[in-house]
């Protein structure tokens, strides 16, 4: 049997109850929500181990989880300066993605003439596979990093807009026609209505372009093939298969796997402090 307890309101002057077992709970799952998943990923990762001991796999075929962390350990310098290159094409990427996807899909939302002249363009763009304009790309624009941004972005920006567009025409028509009673300007109608009313589409989005921007960015420098030191951990991985360096390009491997999670953690966090106070895909209810 739940047992209750109750807190002073200090407003109403009146005891509000509080579901002790509800709440504990909900801290039991949140416990659980980061408990369960560490542990599955170690039992991974131990098994892993023991089954390259059990079965002495060289290791230049698997190596193991130890002979990985030992790599990061010794490679550490130079994968983390090609780290950071990819953390720049990636954020690079996704900021222009953000920033072209919601102009371009403000104005079509608010100009449908507009979105009919362009759309298809951008559905080219989306369905044509990166890696066969990624030459041209690389031909047209000589300077390498700036080509592998327009790379990286492509993929990324689709998202971006097709959910920018549903979201602002997502809006109740109700609140539409209240808004054209009380005469409200463009601007108000925009900032007030239209943006809250997209703001979870667009969330939704920033999670899928994300990781996007950073698929995009790898696609793009195994095209390019750039090696050399300013190069990304794509480059690192096509050096180490070129060498027969299978320990290291597992550890580059890692490092991209490592930066996917962070952009996904970062997105996932972002829309909790957007929209974890007033929409119902981040409140949390006790049951």
Same mark, same amino acid.
């Given at each position: 049997m739940a047992t209750t307890s109750t807190i002073d309101d200090g407003d109403s002057g009146a005891a509000a109850p509080v579901n002790t077992a509800a709440l504990a709970r909900a801290r039991r799952q949140r416990i659980l929500a980061w408990v369960l998943p560490i542990t599955t990923l170690a039992a991974a990762i131990a098994f892993w181990e023991f089954w390259v001991w059990y079965k002495q796999v060289p290791h230049f075929l698997v190596p193991a989880p130890s002979r990985i962390w030992a790599t990061l350990m010794v490679?550490?310098?130079?994968?983390?300066?090609?780290?950071?290159?990819?953390?720049?094409?990636?954020?690079w990427s996704l900021f222009l993605a953000i920033v072209g996807g919601v102009l371009l899909g403000a104005l079509f939302a608010l100009s449908r003439p507009l979105e009919m002249r362009l759309f298809p363009f951008a559905v080219i763009l989306?369905?044509?596979?990166?890696?066969?304009?990624?030459?041209?790309?690389?031909?047209?624009?000589?300077?390498?990093?700036?080509?592998?941004?327009?790379?990286?972005?492509?993929?990324?920006?689709?998202?971006i807009l097709s959910n920018t567009v549903v979201g602002l025409r997502s809006t109740d028509h109700n609140l539409r026609d209240l808004f054209t009673l009380y005469r409200a300007t463009p601007l108000?109608?925009?900032?007030?209505?239209?943006?809250? #009313?997209?703001?979870?589409?667009?969330?939704?989005?920033?999670?899928?372009?994300?990781?996007?921007?950073?698929?995009?960015?790898?696609?793009?420098?195994?095209?390019?093939?750039?090696?050399?030191?300013?190069?990304?951990?794509? #480059?690192?991985?096509?050096?180490?298969s070129f060498r027969n360096e299978i320990p290291r390009m597992f550890a580059a491997l890692v490092l991209v796997s490592l930066l996917g999670v962070a952009i996904f953690l970062m997105t996932s966090l972002a829309s909790k402090l957007v929209l974890g106070k007033w929409h119902e895909s981040e409140i949390k209810r006790e049951s």
């Open positions: 490679d550490g310098p130079s994968l983390m300066r090609s780290a950071w290159f990819t953390v720049r094409l990636t954020f989306q369905v044509t596979p990166i890696v066969a304009i990624a030459p041209l790309i690389l031909i047209y624009v000589h300077n390498t990093f700036a080509a592998l941004l327009v790379c990286a972005w492509l993929v990324a920006f689709f998202p108000q109608r925009l900032r007030l209505l239209l943006a809250p #009313s997209a703001l979870p589409y667009f969330m939704a989005a920033l999670k899928i372009a994300g990781g996007l921007a950073l698929i995009g960015a790898v696609v793009a420098e195994f095209v390019a093939g750039a090696t050399g030191a300013n190069t990304g951990l794509a #480059s690192r991985i096509i050096e180490s």
